[in-house]
């Protein structure tokens, strides 16, 4: 059989009536699965340009990994994430200060009930500051490893479901 009329066969095989994405006429659920075994939020993102459906998919994903994003970029990920609860989140980032970690753990610490693994490379130290952990109530499991980074524990709350801390690379503050 000649090549060009199996890749014709194929092409229109793939298509639904009309030439209709049979990809995108899957279930939400069943997508955001396919998108979470992405395992990097980025180019989950990147997903959103396949089909109008898929504009805001990924930011119903239960997991959020960030593989060596821009650090401020984390906080607005969060701030535009409207799963109703964040079972992982991982984030590995470069050239972080104390200031920029602050700004959006807040927001991680609102949705988190799973895991938090946050690894930093290249902190940017500045006198005085210090990353203000705040209270994550739904979070089981923490790793920090700051790089060296001072950690100002929370003056109040409870840690009521956390299983696991770990504390790698800092310094108490205060």
């Avoid at 607005?76 to 609860?85: F, K, Q, T, W």
């Amino acid at each position: 059989m000649d090549l060009s009329v199996q890749r014709q066969k194929l092409s229109d095989a793939g298509a639904g009536a009309g030439g209709e994405d049979r990809l995108s006429a899957l279930p939400d659920d069943l997508l955001i699965h396919i998108l979470v075994l992405v395992d990097d939020a980025a180019e989950a993102a990147r997903t959103s340009v396949l089909a109008s459906r898929w504009r805001r998919l990924w930011l119903l994903l239960p997991e959020l990994n960030f593989n060596f994003i821009e650090h401020r970029r984390i906080g607005a990920v969060l701030a535009a994430h409207e799963a109703p609860d964040l079972t992982l989140l991982i984030a590995r980032t470069k050239d972080a200060s104390a200031e920029s970690l602050s700004a959006w753990l807040p927001l991680a610490a609102r949705v988190l009930s799973g895991h938090m693994r946050l690894e930093l490379e290249e902190v940017r130290r500045e006198a005085g500051t210090a990353v203000d952990l705040p209270c994550f109530h739904k979070a089981t499991s923490i790793v920090l490893n700051l790089g060296l980074l001072d950690l100002a524990l929370p003056p109040s709350g409870v840690f009521a479901r956390l299983e696991e801390l770990q504390l790698i690379g800092i310094r108490l503050h205060g």
